[in-house]
């Protein structure tokens, strides 16, 4: 079981989706907690302030230190030393599968997420243990940020997905991108699903897979192969399978 802390200045954006489908049976089945905190109950003053102007001018409002340091310390109490505090913001390392395994060892994990233009640089400094962005891009806030890796972290949580083995044979956990996937109708539109799929051969329909999966990964992905550490089994393989393609590309 993982608990993960949220803190944030908007709480209700984020249960339609933690309390929907895999995630909402992962929180029912007691799997992983999930406690959403407003960062603005933590705030001292009348008009429970959380944000200010930066220091030096400029545009934009700037997370205060004070309800983000109260909020996370009232929480965490005795767990302040030993808990990961994660600051979702654009200037993290990116998240990627080996730190969503790096963080799933975790029995507990505080997901800070910033708003505005910023937060106070303390926070960052004295707060935060780590800083995670989900890609090179700038959102609104880290509120998407923080479910992002709530899903990812959870899937790999024993019992979280109904299949023990779906997480283990999915894109990036294994490597390389997934092989396509059909089902019914076996034709749609005079388009028809690879005959090899429904001839019931299972070593026939592995070795498509793997080969399609090795095909796919290289006309799209060609820097994960650099990471795959291809068996000589896999290199024969995918030589084999480009053959077999011809001229032909991925799509
Ligand atoms: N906050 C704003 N943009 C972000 C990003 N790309 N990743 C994490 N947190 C963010």
Known sequence: MIRFDIFTVLPEVMSAY??????????????????VHN??????????????????????????????F???ESVLTDKLQSTPIVLLTPQGRVFSH?????????????????????V???????LATDEISIGDYVLTGG??????????????????LGDAFASKQDSHAVGLLEHPHYTRPPEYR?????????????????????????????????????????????QRLLTEALQEQGGKTDE
């Open 39 to 68: 960062i603005r109950d933590y705030a001292a003053d009348r008009h429970r302030t959380t944000d200010d102007e930066p220091y030096g001018g400029g545009g934009g409002m700037i997370m205060k230190p004070e309800p983000v």
């Open 190 to 234: 005079g388009w028809v699903v690879p005959p090899v799929l429904r001839s019931g051969d299972h070593a026939q329909v592995d070795l498509w897979r793997k080969k399609q999966s090795l095909l796919r990964t290289q006309a799209r992905r060609p820097d994960l192969l650099g990471n795959a550490n291809l068996s000589e089994e896999d």
């Open 98 to 118: 080996s730190i969503a395994q790096e963080m799933a060892s975790h029995a507990h994990i505080a997901l800070l997420c910033g708003r505005y233009e910023g």
């Open 70 to 72: 109260t909020a996370v």
């Open 18 to 35: 933690l309390d929907a489908s895999i995630l909402g049976r992962a929180q029912e089945s007691g799997r992983i907690l999930v406690e």
């Open 143 to 160: 509120e998407l940020p923080a479910l992002v890796l709530i899903d990812a972290v959870s899937r790999l949580v024993p019992g979280v």
């Open 120 to 126: 106070d640089e303390r926070i960052r400094d004295h």
